[in-house]
C-alpha cells in the first residue's frame, strides 16, 4: 500500500474504460490517493505531489457531487464515480490546495457556451 496511515475509505468506480467501470474502493492517507478493484489484482496509486488538478462533477447548483477527474502531472486523466464524492473530496483537502480543485464544466454547459460566441 501507498499509505502509511488512512484516513479514510469508501466505495467506487473507477472509469478507466468508459464502457466497463470497474467497482472497487478509495483509500485516502498520508501519502496519497489509491483505488484497489474488487474483482481484480490491478490498483492504481497517485502520490500527492503527483496531482495537478482535481476537477469535481457537480449537479444541481452544486448540492449533488457525482464524482471527480483527478489529472496528474503525467498527464493522465483518471476519472472515479464516488459514492460519498462529497466527503471524499473533504478528506483530500487535507493534502491539496484549494486552488487544486476546480468545478469540471459539464458536457451541457460547454454546448451552450460554444452557441453563445
Partial sequence: MLNNELDFMTRANSKLN???????????????FEFRGENSPGFIQIPWQSVVEVRVQMFFGGRYVRGFYIETNEDHLLEFIVSDA?????KMRKYLRREQFV??????AQVFKRHKK
Fill in 18 to 32: 468508459p464502457l466497463s467501470p470497474k467497482p472497487g474502493l478509495i483509500f485516502i492517507g498520508n501519502n496519497g
Fill in 86 to 90: 462529497k466527503e471524499t473530496l473533504k
Fill in 103 to 108: 468545478r469540471n464544466q459539464s458536457n451541457l
